[in-house]
Nanobody, 122 residues
Framework: QLQLVESGGGLVQPGGSLTLSCVGS????????VGWFRQAPGKEREAVSS????????YYADSVKGRFTISRDNAKNTVTLQMSGLKFADTAVYYC???????????????WGQGTQVTVSS
């Protein structure tokens, strides 16, 4: 059974850092692009970052460029999102997703995790 499990969310002060992890199982993880998306209360889901199947290509939303870094370890079926310089606006539920196409479009990602909450608050 295909499964994506996110972890690493939590409460952090503005300017702080968090690292999110997404572990895949039940499918050939290394053959899929993986993306991170987020959804804040009352807002639509938006793309954060994505990485292609080899890890050699990455995309970032303008709002997180220079603050977030995505990486993957296919030997561990894991994609990591390192977040620094966190802002109040980064508060959201963060989801990882896998799909055959490397993009920032949610529709290109066919399998989704359950999400992990990130709250930036003083």
């Amino acid at each position: 059974q295909l499964q994506l499990v996110e972890s690493g969310g939590g409460l952090v002060q503005p300017g702080g850092s968090l690292t999110l992890s997404c572990v895949g199982s039940g499918f050939l993880f290394r053959s899929y692009a993986v993306g991170w998306f987020r959804q804040a209360p009352g807002k639509e889901r938006e793309a954060v970052s994505s990485i292609n199947y080899t890890g050699g290509s990455t995309y970032y939303a303008d709002s997180v460029k220079g603050r977030f870094t995505i990486s993957r370890d296919n030997a561990k079926n894991t994609v990591t999102l390192q977040m620094s310089g966190l802002k109040f606006a980064d508060t959201a539920v963060y989801y990882c997703a896998a799909g055959p196409v490397h993009s920032l479009w949610p529709a290109d990602f066919t399998s989704w995790g359950q999400g992990t909450q990130v709250t930036v608050s003083s």
